[in-house]
């Protein structure tokens, strides 16, 4: 199977090597965890395996297998055609250098890990798309998507930076004309039956992930912030509907220990929301230095938290173009960093901080990530204004800088006791 997808197998090999190490650490040692989290667990370990092989069956099949990296992605559309809509790899230390062999080296970890996991040839999902959808969240990403478009077929959404209403209506253009090219590449007619159950399917897993964050705003918190930070890293993975049915069940027995006052972490622990850049698996470094530090994450106001599921599409439409309408209509209630001006997002990182009665926050960006860099300021003296502690990081995917980090966040959750004593 690997020699079919042009794998390099033995960087593959060395790249997985170090996994179970790290995953033993960051999670199997957890006390205390919910039973449901088997299903997650297994799931990452067969990510590399049976996840590729089913959908290298889907595209025998001749279903379309398409590379996504963004929130915005209208995923919706690529199951509507029956096809396979699957995360890039771009979380790992490991592919860095890679990158910068084509990419300058003040760039964020993010795009440099994705684009050297294609050149490695080391990501199976990468190997296997039929095409990407990029989008114009940065800079950086913008300029990386004409770099891969030499090695896979890569279209490119312009994202608005504003939400006015001819920005609305050039999101929609650009909605539309991924629909032309799904229908063009994989032969099938998107009709509004069709659409109607790609909205259902993207919807109903935006709802269990809901719900799982939901659970977190216990106390004590039922799972901890390294679960819900694998399980969100992952539903850019698997099939969808399997996911859904996982998470849902997961949560019945979250809701249950919520009952029962049973928690990932000691009723009191100090209560911390992450907001800033998403954290691509298998970037779990921040949440395992936080929450072995004797704090438990609520929350991520991140792509690869709360902005992945927010805002439904609307199901009502009846008609393609009410679809494709509704399915344009929930960049609105995305607040990525690329905004100007993006007061939602500020009015987002406070209600979440109320709602998970966070008792301070963690602004975390990754190195050169520009946007939500600067944004960080504006997001810092609106939670200040709010007497809401708040602690800015900034880091990369290499382990050198933990010790620096552990003593800040050290810090940081005593000052948090002193105030709560």
């Known amino acids: 199977m690997w020699r079919g997808l042009g794998m390099d197998v033995e960087k593959h090999d060395a790249f997985l090597s170090a996994l179970p190490g790290a995953f033993g650490e960051v999670f199997l040692q957890q006390p205390n965890r919910p039973a449901g989290m088997a299903y997650f667990d297994n799931l990452l370990r067969e990510a590399h395996s049976r996840r590729v092989k089913e959908i290298l069956e889907e595209k025998k099949a001749g279903h379309p297998v398409v590379g996504t990296f963004c929130v915005y992605a209208p995923e919706e559309l690529v199951l509507a055609a029956g096809g396979v809509s699957v995360g890039l790899c771009g979380g790992a230390q490991f592919t860095v250098p890679a990158g910068e062999q084509v990419l300058t080296r003040n760039l964020c970890p993010l795009i440099k890990s994705l684009v050297g996991f294609k050149l490695e040839r080391i990501c199976p999902f990468f190997q296997a798309v039929d095409f990407l959808i990029g989008e114009t969240t940065c800079d950086g990403k913008k300029k990386t998507w004409e770099i891969l478009n030499e090695y896979v077929p890569t279209l490119v959404m312009e994202l608005p930076q504003r939400k006015e209403a001819v920005d609305g209506a050039l999101w929609e253009s650009e909605v539309r004309r991924i629909k032309d090219e799904v229908e063009r590449r994989s032969g099938v007619t998107l009709d509004a039956e069709r659409i109607a159950r790609g909205i259902k399917s993207a919807n109903a897993r935006r709802a269990a992930l809901e719900r799982l964050y939901h659970t977190r705003r216990a106390d004590p918190a039922p799972i901890s912030g390294r679960d819900a930070l694998l399980i969100t890293q992952l539903a850019f993975f698997d099939d969808p509907e399997r996911f859904t049915r996982e998470l849902n069940s997961l949560c019945d027995e979250l809701e249950v220990r919520v009952a029962k006052g049973e928690g990932a972490a000691p009723q009191g622990a100090p209560r911390i929301l992450v907001s800033g850049t998403p954290m691509a698996l298998p970037f779990w470094k921040l949440h395992h230095l936080v929450e072995t530090a004797g704090a438990v994450i609520v929350a991520e106001e991140t792509c690869t938290g709360t902005r992945y599921f927010a805002g439904m599409v609307a199901e009502d ?51 050169f990530c520009q946007p939500f860099a600067l944004e960080g300021r504006r997001v810092e003296k609106a939670l200040q204004g709010e007497g809401i502690p708040v602690l800015r990081l900034e880091s990369d995917y290499s382990a050198e800088d933990s010790g620096q980090l552990k003593t800040r966040i050290e810090a940081f959750l005593e000052m948090i006791a002193g105030q709560k004593a």
């Open 317 to 367: 439409g009846r008609t393609v173009d009410e679809q494709l309408r509704n399915i344009a209509q929930r960049f609105t209630k995305v607040n990525c960093a690329c905004f100007t001006p993006n007061s939602e997002r500020l009015t987002d990182v406070l209600r979440l901080a109320r709602e998970t009665k966070a008792d301070g926050v963690i602004y975390f960006s990754l190195q």
